[in-house]
T-cell receptor, first 111, second 115 residues
Framework: SQQGEEDPQALSIQEGENATMNCSYK?????LQWYRQNSGRGLVHLIL?????REKHSGRLRVTLDTSKKSSSLLITASRAADTASYFC???????????FGKGTMLLVSP | KAGVTQTPRYLIKTRGQQVTLSCSPI?????VSWYQQTPGQGLQFLFE???????NKGNFPGRFSGRQFSNSRSEMNVSTLELGDSALYLC??????????????FGPGTRLTVL
């Protein structure tokens, strides 16, 4: 079963605009991670936010975590065509290195 | 440092055959996880190995198996292939034993097509 559920499923914007993706999860977590996947390729880790953090930045990325609402958001500022990809949130589950992924948000950034 | 490598990158098999996929983790990483990605089910966890021991297994039939070698390289095997096994199989490695809070580094995947 999916732990994280991203919203929206697809997002289409113009270069320079901001893109916001949301993720909801069901159980208590100690961290939440965001990954990017370019078409049919492997996943690239973007950022990890721990349960005791509310906000984290990395370059043009800003992630928030609201554990009371069991939700997280990923903001990409000043989007570029190269940001076109699918974005997944993932939460640890079942212990050890197991991650449960949401279905992802497909982001299309047009020049 | 070289990233996670997976071989082969593409594979075409017919129903009933078996297949073995290989994953070499980043040097020094001892945890290797496998995931299956399909358009319908998304990314699903298959199993995780650490120091040659399977520590966790997802909800997949016994046709899916794996192992890890002493050099941390891992293989997964799918026997009696079915059409529904067509998917992108992703391998990920991480550094430490605790695992879940670590960054997972993914390989490029093996695209398996079952005809």
């Amino acid at each position: 079963s999916q732990q994280g559920e991203e919203d929206p499923q697809a997002l289409s914007i113009q270069e320079g605009e901001n893109a916001t993706m949301n993720c909801s999860y069901k159980t208590s977590i100690n961290n939440l991670q965001w990954y990017r996947q370019n078409s049919g390729r492997g996943l690239v880790h973007l950022i990890l936010i721990r349960s005791n953090e509310r906000e984290k930045h990395s370059g043009r990325l800003r992630v928030t975590l609201d554990t009371s609402k069991k939700s997280s958001s990923l903001l990409i500022t000043a989007s570029r065509a190269a940001d076109t990809a699918s974005y997944f949130c993932a939460t640890p589950s079942g212990g050890y290195s197991t991650l449960t992924f949401g279905k992802g948000t497909m982001l299309l950034v047009s020049p | 440092k070289a990233g996670v490598t997976q071989t082969p990158r593409y594979l075409i098999k017919t129903r009933g055959q078996q297949v073995t996929l290989s994953c070499s983790p980043i040097s020094g990483h001892r945890s290797v996880s496998w995931y299956q990605q399909t358009p319908g089910q998304g990314l699903q966890f298959l199993f995780e190995y650490f120091s040659e021991t399977q520590r966790n297994k997802g909800n997949f039939p016994g046709r899916f198996s794996g192992r890890q070698f002493s050099n941390s390289r891992s293989e997964m095997n799918v026997s009696t292939l079915e059409l529904g096994d067509s998917a992108l199989y992703l391998c990920a490695s991480s550094l430490t034993a605790s695992g879940s809070t670590d960054t997972q580094y993914f390989g490029p995947g093996t695209r398996l097509t079952v005809l």
